[in-house]
């Protein structure tokens, strides 16, 4: 099966695939042209690049206790005067992108890895292409240590790097079959460990310490162990609900960049230490976007209805089971209990199938040639993604943490998705104009010619005489 191009008409859309090698000098081994893009690749990852905002916009205004569900705040979320524009706004969150948009950008991930090795040994690469591959995620491990300690904990590029290295490379022959299958199988595991695990968990430790209260109500001596149900429940009730003087004292500490490198470092370097919860997170996604790379369905290769079925069972699955989730929780006050059950028991079930039909239905859209206007714009995101993806927290952390506004904690949350639409308006720009004079994002430049140690053409000019010389 040819994987370098399309059954259908990209010629709207600027060529690009992410994750493709940089080019070393040898002309053999060049970096991959704008004519050699996959344009549908493209309108993927700038899409779920696009969409993972999101959800990083909360975390970038709040902190990660008010990621998921916003119960931390100084100005209730779902109750006053604004609940119900901001229930509105966490519950279509929630229900649409939530775990999605990752999920698919880890597809792409997963794809391109593919793809950027089958073209390196198809230009004669050999050996070389593993010492290619090894630097350049290495590479991508320091961008990211750098990213969450100098800019935003949240970093996601560290876990890509480290599970590129370890897992990708070795399991890139592997057919698509044997790819859908263990990606299933860690599904499977995954689903029962961190969904059902996680309710079980929160269930037993609250009936624990509710158990223990009720004793000492009743004048009862505790036993050690009760004494330790009371604290775990304690110690859990305060990471679902922070306590308000802890909220204040997380806005006090992010009132400059100073301050907010102190409070964020150790945050920064846990969540990096913490790789083995990383792992099954994206490398699920990753081996499902090798397979779906492999069969041809992220490059628009299967037959129309692979496309549409997909959409409507995708959608049929993650649709009702979001929002019924959503809505018994928002019900019951967000009880710890019930919440954790009805959000978290089908997180992941919600995540695979709503990435596949979010996929599924952007190809049709590029397949049919519609919107192109809009497709086009999206590419171009999708091309300078690392760029992109930089500039945002950088963009997003000065607004509202280092610069003079220091809106964090305080926005209204509804609010928060001005500025999310503030940023998407950047990167729809700033990748157009960009483009239009430059071969690579000024990031994956830097990449490219740190991966090989040689300054790659960066000019388009340059780039296409270097080219047609070759």
């Given amino acids: 099966m040819a994987t370098s191009s399309l059954a259908f008409d990209e010629s709207a859309l600027p060529a690009g695939v992410a994750e493709e090698l940089a080019g070393p000098p040898e002309p053999s081994l060049g970096p991959v042209s704008r004519q050699e893009r996959i344009g549908a690749l493209d309108v993927l990852r700038g899409f779920s690049l696009m969409g993972i905002l999101i959800m990083n916009v909360t975390d970038f205004a709040y902190g990660y206790t008010n990621y998921l569900v916003p119960l931390s705040m100084l100005s209730p979320v779902f109750n006053g005067p604004h609940a119900k524009a901001n229930t509105v706004a966490w519950m279509l969150r929630w229900v649409l992108a939530e775990g999605k948009m990752r999920a698919m950008f880890s597809m792409l991930f997963g794809a391109g890895a593919v793809l950027l090795t089958e073209r390196a040994e198809r230009r004669g690469g050999g050996d070389r292409v593993a010492d290619i591959y090894l630097r350049r995620n290495m590479w991508l491990v320091l961008f990211g240590m750098l990213h969450a300690l100098l800019i935003w904990n949240g970093d996601i590029l560290f876990w890509y790097g480290i599970t590129g290295l370890i897992f990708l490379y070795p399991m890139r022959h592997l057919k698509s079959k044997t790819l859908r299958r263990t990606a299933g199988w860690l599904l499977l595991v995954w689903v029962l460990a961190a969904g059902i695990g996680r309710s079980v968990g929160a269930y037993y430790t609250n009936k624990g310490g509710v158990d223990a209260i009720a004793k000492v109500h009743a004048g009862k001596t505790l036993t050690e162990k009760e004494r330790k149900d009371i604290v775990e429940k304690v110690s859990q009730d305060k990471d679902w609900s922070r306590l308000r003087v802890d909220t204040e004292k997380d806005i006090a500490d992010h009132k400059s960049y100073a301050k907010a490198l102190a409070a964020d470092a150790k945050d920064a370097i846990k969540s990096e230490q913490a790789i083995q919860f990383a792992f099954p997170d994206v490398l699920i996604f990753m081996l499902l976007g090798m397979a779906l790379y492999k069969n041809g369905f992220l490059t628009g290769e299967q037959p ?13 699955i993650s649709l009702p089971l979001g929002a019924a989730g959503a809505i018994i929780a928002w019900k019951s006050g967000f009880e710890i209990v019930k919440s954790t059950i009805w959000l978290f028991a089908p997180y992941d079930v919600c995540r695979v199938s709503g990435a596949l039909a979010n ?47 220091h809106w964090y904690g305080y926005m209204t949350y509804y609010k928060v998705y001005y500025v999310m639409a503030g940023v998407w308006a950047f990167n729809l720009i700033f990748s157009a104009i960009w483009l239009r004079y430059f071969q690579f994002g000024p990031v994956e430049w830097a990449w490219r010619s740190l991966t090989y140690w040689h300054r790659q053409p960066m000019k388009l000019r340059v780039a296409s005489a270097e080219t047609a010389a070759a």
């Fill in 359 to 405: 996929a599924a239905l952007i190809l049709l859209i590029v397949r049919a040639g519609a919107l192109r206007w809009a497709t086009k714009a999206v590419a171009n995101v999708g091309q300078m993604a690392l760029s992109n993806y930089l500039a945002t927290s950088v963009i997003c952390r000065f607004l509202f943490v280092w610069g003079p506004t």
């Fill in 304 to 316: 129309t209805k692979v496309y549409v079925w997909t959409a409507v069972i995708g959608y049929a």
